[in-house]
């Protein structure tokens, strides 16, 4: 199992970053999938989660109107479309299945998001 997440930078404040995230190692077209973020010393929270087929999303309430994820089954891929960002969505960014993050084993590198103000 593997992710590789990309995509993240410095942005300032009320700017747009796309992220991306490559998944690979397991039947990804029949997985709910989620982009997660942590900032040190907190855990790692869900923020955007997307079903198998790509029909239905949800979003933390942070982030619900600003954010946009989707997916390409064909290609294995997840991404995550951030507009209007605050300094708050300073994180680092990953991708995994829909799951408590306690509960899973294997992750990816992630990617930073900085937003400056």
């Known amino acids: 199992v593997q992710f590789v997440e990309s995509g993240g930078g410095l942005v300032q404040s009320g700017g747009s970053l796309t992220l991306s995230c490559a998944a690979s190692g397991f039947p990804f077209s029949t997985y709910a999938m989620s982009w997660y973020r942590q900032v040190p010393g907190k855990e790692r929270l869900s923020v955007a989660t997307?079903?198998?087929?790509?029909?239905?999303?949800n979003y933390a309430d942070s982030v619900k109107g600003r954010f946009t994820i989707s997916r390409d089954n064909a290609k294995n891929m997840v991404y995550l479309q951030m507009n209007s960002l605050k300094t708050e969505d300073t994180a680092v960014y990953y991708c995994n299945e829909v799951r408590n993050p306690r509960a899973i084993k294997y992750w990816g590198q992630g990617t930073q998001v900085t937003v400056s103000a």
């Open positions: 997307i079903t198998s087929g790509g029909g239905s999303t």
